[in-house]
């Protein structure tokens, strides 16, 4: 049966609107679609109106019903909730297309989650389910093909959704539905024993209500009585769970009081188990060490009359409040799963919104609310649908090591929604990343380095390190060599003593400083660093005692500020960088004086500095940087097969760590399938510059990067 707009709008759970959002539906739908999603409008808005649904909630479903299509929809008068509340369930779409996709069971958990990050206001949620648990009413009461579907969406999604976030109203009509679909027999079998005892149970209640309410009263507590109604699916799940027969459940007889203080509490809890026989192991003090979601009540159960038991909770109506307004109570237990602290905030955040919607100032504390959520995961998706759960900031590589430790070992690339990516790339929920591999387990050891940022996950790069700890000494020690051999040349730097140096990184030998290089303790640049530091102590103590002058000079002609400098002994020197090797603030330099341009400054292992001093000894000069702050332009070569974007990848990795490009020349051999770089940036120092040269060298197809 089809809904017109008017009738519609006349219904009691619209009532909330306001004249100008009822204008607005009557301009935009003047004609209804005849789609079937009316046919259980009027279902989902009753079950909307009794969450105390706001007016932008109401009209987000009435649109999201009229089944639109995206432009339509941009081309409505809607207000920001509304189309944030729209793009919502737009999401729940994709959810949904992914769940049909997985094998039964592969992972429901992580589909919720990945609603939940997708979706940026949680009000979508009760829309959502609303929206489906009116459908599904429709199914199983016309018997519909649809009806198994449903279910089982019900099941690994709806229904433990409505559990997580408190939404109880829904939660338990869910589950039975879907229960009752996916396992008939079950259900009927459930249903016929309640339904066999339902007269005597809820009389021996009722008796026992009776007397426990006296036994307070005469103790002159004030306090609410009531039962507890039990649901059939939570019936068999327990009954799984525990392997017992239905009467061997403790809670199919339960009551709950609730009082005004805690002492009250435990004063009720007294009187309970002086008037009954308490079951021993069966009490919790949640009130004196609260549940890890602040839930807080005291649960016994006691034998009564004939022998029969019944479970008593007792708590005051602040607790109570909580339990119902707060993070859900019992998630952890009912689903039997772990969740984390932001799942958590999503929740008390949800729950909070829904209490303040009848508020004044609830959109005010919406806004408050929204602002308070933190993200800290992403959800991202694998070419067969399944959600991985990574930290924000993974990357493929990250994505690789989650799906098994194998596929990351034997990663070689990675496509993020069909296009290539490098593997440092950052990921966003939603995406789905195909990761290719290689045929043997070979992973490398600059994943590892810090400045590189291919491995976000803790968990990862202790997969990485494991692998490389299993090979032997010898190799390790090889490996540790070269990355540091490699270092300094594409840095221009000479080796040094790497035994003045071993004290700072707390080893005992050089072999042992290459093992902490090769296992990605330790960066190379830390060492490359630690040896510059040391060469300038030696040059420090070797220099005649003299007071030392600071030359500052002007901004050359290319822009770059030439740093200050000192030199032993002498004032008021023209200084200049020697164009051969091109110096950077924080390396080792040395000084030649010139007869003509005055000293030159260059890297102390300059080849053509040392041909200048064994040809003319007196002419070199210690020198050493003293402003820091300044920028010097720099070359760097840099050696790739030649593939498209090549340049801009290298322009944008420039342009990300904030640095000035000079110039950059390019040259390709087509026999080789090579290109060659020549690339002049600006640096502040030799600590960015040895970054710099680390990230260029992580590019998909670089073969090389040095110093030019």
């Known amino acids: 049966m089809s809904l017109m707009l008017d009738e519609v709008l006349a219904l009691p759970a619209v009532s909330v609107l306001r004249d100008t959002d009822r204008q607005r539906l009557e301009r935009s739908l003047p004609t209804l679609p005849q789609g079937a999603d009316w046919r259980w409008l009027e279902n989902t808005l009753a079950l909307l109106a009794t969450l105390g649904a706001d007016a932008q909630m109401l009209v987000a479903a009435i649109f999201d019903a009229a089944g639109l299509t995206a432009d339509t929809l941009k081309a409505l008068p809607l207000e920001a909730g509304e189309a944030t509340l729209l793009e919502g369930l737009a999401a729940e779409q994709q959810v949904r297309a992914l769940h049909t996709e997985q094998r039964q069971g592969s992972n429901p958990e992580g589909l919720r989650r990945l609603l939940l990050a997708m979706t940026q206001d949680l009000r979508v949620v009760p829309i959502l389910l609303a929206r489906h648990l009116a459908r599904l009413r429709h199914a199983v009461a016309e018997g519909s093909d649809e009806a198994l579907a449903l279910a089982k969406l019900t099941r690994d999604i709806h229904a433990p959704l409505a559990n997580r976030l408190g939404i109880w109203q829904l939660k338990w009509e869910l589950e039975d539905l879907a229960f009752r679909v996916l396992e008939p027999d079950a259900y009927r079998r459930i249903a016929r024993l309640l339904d066999d005892k339902r007269r005597d149970r809820e009389d021996y209640i009722a008796q026992f209500k009776h007397e426990l309410s006296e036994a307070v009263a005469a103790a002159g507590i004030?306090?609410?009585?009531?039962g507890r109604p039990k649901h059939i699916y939570s019936i068999w799940r327990k009954m799984q769970k525990k392997n017992l027969p239905f009467?061997?459940?403790?809670?199919?007889?339960?009551?709950?009081?609730?009082?005004?203080?805690?002492?009250?509490?435990?004063?009720?809890?007294?009187?309970?188990?002086?008037?009954?026989?308490?079951?021993?192991?069966?009490?919790?003090?949640?009130?004196?060490?609260?549940?890890?979601?602040?839930?807080?009540?005291?649960?016994?159960?006691?034998?009564?009359?004939?022998?029969?038991?019944?479970?008593?909770?007792?708590?005051?109506?602040?607790?109570?409040?909580?339990?119902?307004?707060?993070?859900?109570?019992?998630?952890?237990?009912?689903?039997?799963g772990a969740g984390d602290a932001a799942l958590e905030r999503k929740v008390a955040w949800m729950r909070k919104l829904l209490d303040a919607s009848h508020e004044e100032g609830g959109a005010d504390l919406q806004a408050g609310l929204d602002h308070e959520l933190v993200e800290d995961r992403i959800y991202?998706?694998?070419?067969?649908?399944?959600?991985?759960?990574?930290?924000?900031?993974?990357?493929?590589?990250?994505?690789?090591?989650?799906?098994?430790?194998?596929?990351?070992?034997?990663?070689?690339?990675?496509?993020?929604d069909g296009r290539i990516v490098p593997l440092d790339y950052r990921l966003n929920t939603g995406e789905r990343v195909e990761i290719m591999t290689g045929k043997v387990s070979e992973p490398r050891r600059d994943w590892l380095l810090p400045g590189n940022r291919f491995l976000v996950s803790a968990r990862s790069r202790e997969k990485v390190r494991a692998w490389f700890r299993k090979l032997d000494r010898e190799r390790n020690q090889q490996a540790g060599r070269e990355i540091l051999e490699r270092e300094l040349k594409r840095l221009g730097q000479a080796d040094g003593a790497l035994d003045d140096i071993l004290p700072r990184f707390h080893v005992s030998s050089i072999e042992a400083l290459w093992v902490q290089l090769a296992l990605g303790e330790i960066g190379p640049h830390q060492v490359v660093r630690a040896l510059g530091d040391a060469r300038k102590a030696a040059q420090a103590a070797a220099a005649e005692p003299a007071q030392?002058?600071?030359?500052?000079?002007?901004?050359?002609?290319?822009?770059?500020?030439?740093?200050?400098?000192s030199v032993a002994g002498v004032d008021n020197l023209l200084v200049h960088i020697a164009r051969c090797c091109q110096p950077v603030p924080g390396e080792p330099v040395a000084g030649y004086l010139s007869k003509r341009r005055g000293l030159a400054m260059h890297r102390a292992n300059c080849p053509a500095l040392q041909r200048m001093v064994a040809a003319d000894p007196a002419r070199w000069m210690p020198v050493s940087w003293e402003d820091a702050g300044s920028r010097q332009r720099v070359e760097i070569?840099?050696?790739?097969?030649?593939?498209?974007?090549?340049?801009?990848?290298?322009?944008?990795?420039?342009?990300?760590e904030n640095l000035h490009v000079g110039n950059i020349q390019g040259n390709s051999n087509t026999r080789d399938g090579r290109t060659r770089l020549t690339i002049q940036v600006q640096v502040r120092d030799f600590d960015q510059l040895s970054q710099l040269i680390g990230k260029l060298a992580a590019l998909p197809g670089v073969e090389e990067v040095r110093r030019g």
């Not at 004030?222 to 009531?226: E, I």
């Open 222 to 226: 004030q306090a609410d009585v009531a």
């Open 247 to 336: 009467e061997g459940l403790y809670d199919l007889r339960a009551v709950r009081v609730l009082v005004d203080e805690t002492a009250q509490c435990y004063a009720v809890l007294g009187l309970v188990h002086a008037r009954w026989l308490p079951v021993p192991g069966e009490f919790d003090d949640y009130i004196a060490r609260p549940k890890a979601n602040d839930y807080r009540s005291l649960h016994t159960c006691v034998v009564g009359s004939g022998g029969k038991i019944v479970e008593v909770q007792i708590r005051t109506r602040e607790m109570h409040a909580h339990a119902e307004l707060g993070v859900a109570a019992h998630w952890r237990y009912k689903e039997g």
């Open 380 to 416: 991202a998706l694998s070419p067969k649908g399944e959600v991985i759960d990574l930290p924000q900031g993974a990357t493929p590589l990250d994505f690789a090591y989650r799906v098994h430790t194998e596929v990351g070992h034997r990663c070689r690339g990675a496509k993020v």
């Open 548 to 565: 030392a002058a600071v030359i500052t000079h002007k901004t050359a002609d290319d822009g770059a500020a030439r740093p200050g400098v």
């Open 637 to 656: 070569a840099m050696t790739a097969i030649d593939r498209r974007y090549l340049l801009r990848d290298v322009s944008n990795l420039i342009a990300q």
